[in-house]
């Protein structure tokens, strides 16, 4: 491991050929500085070209979405639904519907967004984390091919303004699958850089062509490699559940992919890891690398109990009760009858055996892929069920009391988090074809009311109405007199948020 963070430029990415995983994803390319922040949000190089001669494949039908008088902003429409005088957990809904590609949106209980990722990005992994004592919003965001992601995390404060960026270091670049931060002021993140292997015991040729599994850890401040772990070195081609098919691996074009981490998270000294393509947990140790042991797959070092068998998982993770959590997609594509679940285990690591705790399943949800489980601090878990495009609050008696629905086609993961959200951006003002005054202000999480002042003139605007906040989005009837108008936005208490700027009426 060597302290450096060369910068990476995006390579001339080979085709992901898997089928099972995020087929015709389209990828966005990065640009817009945030606004007012002195920050830029970089590029993280040129997308990747279409592979050839192969075509591209068809990006996927897009879902229904709202749209507004106010912003060109949009979001997915979503339908929530709520089990009858039951309790949910505090806080939104945090994901990245993908439509056709991932875009990072909050949601709160009715449906209604709070927050739309505002460029355009590409972008998944959006969740409220820590970072120097203080919450902040990270996503990962960058190009896609296929299931993979070439980018970068992004931290932001309150007023969604950049923190940080975090790239990975040794001249590779951050996948879409992880972006932790740890208590240390460190993030996680895996990559997938493409090298040779031997694929004889998968019936590939000696010199193959592989995506690696690496994982690194990087001081968020300095941009320094802390660790920098190489999969291949400690997991054998062989433990994959997968075969090369349609001539994957025989170049560095189209390399096979054994592995496929999709999360790492800390574990103590150790480091949790999922590994999708080898339907295994790895404990690896924090300071040499090894593994110290396998859940699941075909050299599993702990007996999986019977009816908590899982398969092609994602989203390992250590509870504060010591028990460690899956979400299990179950199997493959092909197997049509399968239900996911979200698995939590008793690991009893001496006798190297494990116990099922709890499965939760519902309505038949099976997302074949993507996918994870929140367990909140109340006893509730929140459960994405990634391809299937829903996610589910269950109560700490495990009984389903919340859904939204209508993630277009799927979210990555889903999270449920309190946000308090003061835009440095102002809020935005529009007249509508009907007349009526139209305001929003992209997240916000504090305002309860809408004030429009109207007048002849900007200099001579009085209250002309004050209502209640209707959503993202709130329509105010004009009086037919009103020449200008501006709207303020304030919180419960009455006290101004914010002013948008002066909209000439019928202008």
Known sequence: MTPDNDQATEPSTPRVARRDVLVGTVGVALGAAAVGSGWALTAVGEPAPSP?????PAPPPAAPVRTFVSTSLTAPEVVPWRKAGAALSAGLLLTTPRNPTFRAVIYDNDGEPVWIEPDGNAATELRVQRYRGRPVLTYWTGHIVEGLGYGKGVVLDERYLPVAEVRAG?????????????????ALVLSYPVRQADLSDVGGP??????????????VATGKVLFDWDGLEHIAVSETVREPEDGEGESEKKPFDPVHLNSVAADGDALLLSARHTSAVYRIDRRSGEIRWRFGGKLSDIEVPAGGEFGWQHDARRQPDGTITIYDNHEHAEKT?????????????????????????????YGYAMGNAQYLDDGHVLVGWGMDPVLTEFDEAGEPVFELRGLALGSYRSYRSSWRGRPATP????????????????????VARWRVLAGRRPDRLAEAATVDRAGFETAVPLDASAGVVRAEALDADGRVLGRTRVVTVGA
């Open 427 to 446: 809020p935005d003002l529009a007249i509508g074809p009907d007349g009526r005054a139209y305001v929003s202000w992209n997240g916000a999480t504090e």
């Open 206 to 219: 000696v010199e193959g062509w592989v995506y690696g599994a690496q994982v690194q850890e990087i001081d």
């Open 170 to 186: 040794h001249g590779l670049l951050v996948d879409l699958h992880e972006f932790q931060l740890t208590e240390e002021g460190t």
């Open 52 to 56: 050839e001669p192969e075509a591209a």
């Open 337 to 365: 009858d399968a239900v996911s679940a979200a698995l939590k285990f008793e690991i009893d690591e001496q006798a190297m055996t494990a116990t099922l705790v709890q499965a939760l399943r519902y309505d038949d949800h």
